[in-house]
Nanobody
Framework: QVQLVESGGGLVQAGGSLRLSCTAS????????MGWFRQAPGKEREFVFA????????YYADSVKGRFTISRDNVKNMVYLQMNSLKPEDTAVYYC?????????????????WGQGTQVTVSS
């Protein structure tokens, strides 16, 4: 049974930082590209950042350029999202997702497995 479990969310003031973690189990982690998505109330789920199976390729949404970074550890089966200079508009539930591909894709429908999400709230 595949499980993706996010952690690290919380309440932070604007300009602050958070590091989200996602722990994967039940799959061959190094065979999957990993992505982070977010969904704010009343909005569709949107792409944030993705990383290839080997960490060599990364893609991000323009809205997080220069503020967020993604990394992964294929030994620990974990993927991370470091979020700096947070803004109130970053407030959302953040989800990690796994995509069994050698590519790096941004469409949510491409992803095979999803975590339950972790809430990030940025106060102004």
């Amino acid at each position: 049974q595949v499980q993706l479990v996010e952690s690290g969310g919380g309440l932070v003031q604007a300009g602050g930082s958070l590091r989200l973690s996602c722990t994967a189990s039940g799959l061959t982690f190094s065979s999957y590209a990993m992505g982070w998505f977010r969904q704010a109330p009343g909005k569709e789920r949107e792409f944030v950042f993705a990383i290839s199976w080997d960490g060599g390729r990364k893609y991000y949404a323009d809205s997080v350029k220069g503020r967020f970074t993604i990394s992964r550890d294929n030994v620990k089966n974990m993927v991370y999202l470091q979020m700096n200079s947070l803004k109130p508009e970053d407030t959302a539930v953040y989800y990690c997702a796994a995509d069994r591909t050698t590519a790096v894709r941004m469409g949510p429908r491409e992803y095979d497995y999803w975590g339950q999400g972790t809430q990030v709230t940025v106060s102004s």
